[in-house]
């Protein structure tokens, strides 16, 4: 069995609850400003920095925390407010795509400001460049090992 340091299990503990504290708070400023929801804002984020603007639905799975019913659950609202579109694979009839709408992008691009404020705020404004740069670096080591195991 694995025993952790007070320290290790500290740090841990600080991870996740900032984390949850800065989606918590990102999320009512999205909420109070009458923006997507952030769920809302990570699919459309990724499909706008997609190529064509679009992304089979296995790939959009890989790219937001959702699971997968999750996710579909979630483009079908996207889908009824317009936000997206699915298309049919023109070589693969199973697959689909998820596709960014004008007005997709647009309700996306409304509510960055308010996303970039909680970024900043929550995260970045205690912290100096070089900070930035070390957490940044410890993230995508941890991020690199997961990716491996999932």
């Not at 841990?12 to 109070?32: G, Q």
């Not at 699919?43 to 997968?68: C, N, T």
Request: aromatic content about 6%.
């Amino acid at each position: 069995m694995i025993k952790l340091s007070e320290d290790e299990l500290a740090a841990w503990r600080s991870f996740i609850k900032t984390h949850a504290l800065i989606i918590e708070y990102i999320e009512r400023e999205l909420a109070t400003e009458k923006k997507v929801p952030l769920t809302s804002y990570d699919v459309l984020i990724a499909l706008f920095e997609a190529p064509g603007k679009r992304l089979r639905m296995h790939e959009l799975a890989s790219k937001v925390v959702l699971s997968r019913s999750g996710l579909t659950r979630l483009v079908d609202r996207l889908e009824k407010q317009g936000l997206i579109v699915r298309e049919r694979s023109d070589t693969d009839r199973r697959g689909a795509y998820a596709v960014l709408t004008r007005e997709g992008k647009r309700e996306l691009l409304k509510a960055w400001p308010i996303y970039a404020r909680g970024i900043h705020e929550c995260f970045i404004s205690g912290m100096n460049e070089e900070e930035v740069a070390t957490i940044h670096h410890i993230l995508e080591n941890i991020k690199g090992r997961l990716v491996e195991k999932v």
